[in-house]
Structure formats: C-alpha cells, structure tokens
C-alpha cells in the first residue's frame, strides 16, 4: 500500500495516538530537563501527526539514538527584525520549525506587482517550500519572518545526512508533503467556496493574534481582496 494511500479506521487511529504518546514520552525521559526536550518533542509529534508510524520509532532504544544523533544537525537562531529566509528565484536550503514567532511565504503578481501572501505560519509549523528543498528547485515564494520569531532549522545536506543513516528521517519529509498537500486543498476549498467574510473568521479561528503580527494589507493579500475592500468590510460586518 503506497504511504498517501494509507487509511486508518478508528482502532488504528487510537493504536497510533497510544504510540505517537510513548515516542514522546521517550523522547522526554531520554532528554529530561533540557531545554530543547519540548520543543524535539512538539516537532515529532507535528511531523508525525499524519502517515503511518515507522514500528522502529516505537524502539526507545532506538528513538533515543535517533534523536541524539539528529540534535548536533539542528540549528536554533533568534530573529529579533522582519526579514526575508528565502526570495523567489532561490532554492530552499533549509526546513525550519517555529518555536515562537510568525512567518508568512507570498509571490508577487506579475500584472499588479502586488504582493499575494499564501501561507502563514505560526509557532510550531513547519515552514519551507517543500518542492524547493525537497527538489533543489528555484523557489516561486518568498519566506518572510515577523520580529521575535526563534527557528530551529536543518539544511537539506545534514537533512540527507541523516536519511542516509537513518533511513526512517525520510517519514518525515513525507509527512511534511503530505501537510503541505493538506494545506493547499483547505486554502483553495476556502478560496473558492467561501466568502470573504467567512474566510477572515477562519483565519481568526487559526491565528487568533494575526492582526498584531502582521498588516491589514498582509491580512488582506491572504483573504485575496483589496486592502480597502477589508477595511470596508470590517467597518460594515464589525469586528467579530
């Protein structure tokens, strides 16, 4: 059975939450009282929250090499001012994961010259493009970060680095694609079954705090109207 066609009925899906629970029950008990134990843990538990669970990291033993082996690779960097990881027309050469902060990916419209925001991000998300570093392909996004955002991140050749020695790391590039996959069939459903007005609901529902992160016209980009056309809205609906 091929790993997107995976379907769990309702014991498979309590059998893998049990086992998702003791990896990160490992994870805390081979790593307890340091600092960088929540976090390891939380971005196991993201990557590993759809596809199947590889049985080796069910293995405390072997989850716990795993994990030593995988820390020394992950950089963790403070960004204390807005600025751009990656321009369009550059390959992706790192995957991050957000322990705090905010980030956004937007392309820019050839006829407007508009900038089209199409992904945002949160604390605890992954953030990459993933054909870009998956591929090694020139990126059409652009990655942007909002002050006080701290990144744990991994480039694409220690990334391999592991797979080589770990094949089982490859779960997790899969998991990634499989999020990213997810990601864009809610955004285009919502884009074109939903109003404006309900698609700004959603994005409160998600981001509770977008509008101190980011602009109205970045908020506006993402709902795909005019800034004046949010304004307008937001005056007339009220803010919920």
């Known amino acids: 059975m091929d790993f997107e066609d995976h379907i769990y009925d309702s014991n498979e899906q309590l059998d893998r939450q049990s086992q998702l629970q003791k990896i990160k029950k490992d994870i805390a008990g081979n790593y307890a009282g340091g600092a960088e134990v929540a976090t390891v843990s939380g971005l196991f538990d993201l ?8 049985q080796k990291l069910v293995d405390k033993h072997f989850l716990g090499n795993l994990v030593s082996y995988l820390l020394p690779f992950i950089a963790t960097t403070r960004y204390t001012r807005q600025e751009l990881l990656l321009s369009a027309g550059h390959i992706a050469e790192y995957i991050y994961f957000s322990k705090t902060g905010f980030a956004r990916g937007f392309f820019i419209q050839k006829k407007t010259g508009r900038e089209i925001t199409d992904f ?35 480039s694409f050749h220690d990334l391999r680095t592991c797979i080589k020695k770990y094949p089982v790391v490859e779960v997790f590039s899969r998991n990634v694609i499989l999020q990213y996959n997810a990601y864009v069939a809610k955004r285009s ?22 509008e101190q992160k980011v602009s109205k016209g970045v908020i506006a980009s993402y709902l795909n109207i005019a800034p004046q ?3 307008r809205m937001l005056k007339y609906k009220r803010h919920p």
């Open 189 to 210: 459903h919502q884009l074109s079954s939903l109003s404006a007005w309900e698609r700004y609901i959603e994005l409160l529902n998600t981001h509770p705090d977008i």
């Open 47 to 54: 990557l590993l929250g759809c596809g199947p669970l590889p």
């Open 229 to 231: 056309s949010l304004s």
């Open 120 to 154: 945002l991000w949160s604390e605890h998300s992954i953030i990459t493009v993933p054909y870009s570093f998956f591929q090694q392909q020139p990126s059409q996004t652009f990655i942007e970060i909002m002050p006080e955002t701290e990144l744990m991140s991994i």
